[in-house]
T-cell receptor, first 113, second 114 residues
């Protein structure tokens, strides 16, 4: 069974129309990450949560926001998507202590039209 | 931000050959992870390394955590066509407090000719 689940797998949104991507986990991991991955590039870290503590990357645009209402769920909000925000968005989780494997969801492919 | 240098960028090999790729960083990591990503999918964890000098195998895959904690390599022995994909290294550092960044290398695209 999938342990990190992202919904939807594919999302089409209009230019400028707010969109929310969701991630849920059954692993009870402390840390949840959001990455943006463009074609043939490495995943780029946008931000991560350690429990409720939010850590934003310095170069993450203000257009990207995140919410983590509880341990299991984390959301990525794009307030005004531009054409350049079309990408694969990946969610991952890991523990803090002990083994630090990070497990990824299958990703959400975002298209902006 | 933190940079991971992964090489080579791409490899074209014949089925049955061995493959080696590596990652280096400018700072110390406390965890090294190796992933494989197929098109349209999320990265899948292959091997996780937690201690300097650690050598870990997963089937035909072997990875090592460098002694300096600033590098790691991945070897694939006797490659097969389904090894095709993009391989990423990733390192996790505790930057202090609640900051547990997981940074990726740029990936190695592996093509295996049958």
């Amino acid at each position: 069974d999938a342990m990190v689940i992202q919904n939807p797998r594919y999302q089409v949104t209009q230019f400028g129309k707010p969109v929310t991507l969701s991630c849920s986990q059954t692993l009870n991991h402390n840390v949840m990450y959001w990455y943006q991955q463009k074609s043939s590039q490495a995943p780029k870290l946008l931000f991560h949560y350690y429990d409720k503590d939010f850590n934003n990357e310095a170069d993450t645009p203000d257009n990207f926001q995140s919410r983590r209402p509880n341990t299991s769920f984390c959301f990525l909000d794009i307030r005004s998507p531009g054409l350049g925000d079309a990408a694969m968005y990946l969610c991952a989780t890991s523990r803090v202590l002990g083994g630090a494997e990070a497990f990824f969801g299958q990703g959400t492919r975002l298209t902006v039209v | 931000g933190q940079q991971l240098n992964q090489s080579p960028q791409s490899m074209f090999i014949q089925e049955g050959e061995d493959v080696s790729m590596n990652c280096t960083s400018s700072s110390i990591f406390n965890t090294w992870l190796w992933y494989k990503q197929d098109p349209g999918e999320g990265p899948v964890l292959l091997i996780a390394l937690y201690k300097a000098g650690e050598l870990t195998s997963n089937g035909r895959l072997t990875a090592q955590f460098g002694i300096t904690r600033k590098d790691s390599f991945l070897n694939i022995s006797a490659s097969i066509p389904s090894d095709v994909g993009i391989y990423f290294c990733a390192g996790r550092e505790n930057s202090g407090g609640s900051n547990y960044k997981l940074t990726f290398g740029k990936g190695t695209l592996l093509t295996v000719n049958p």
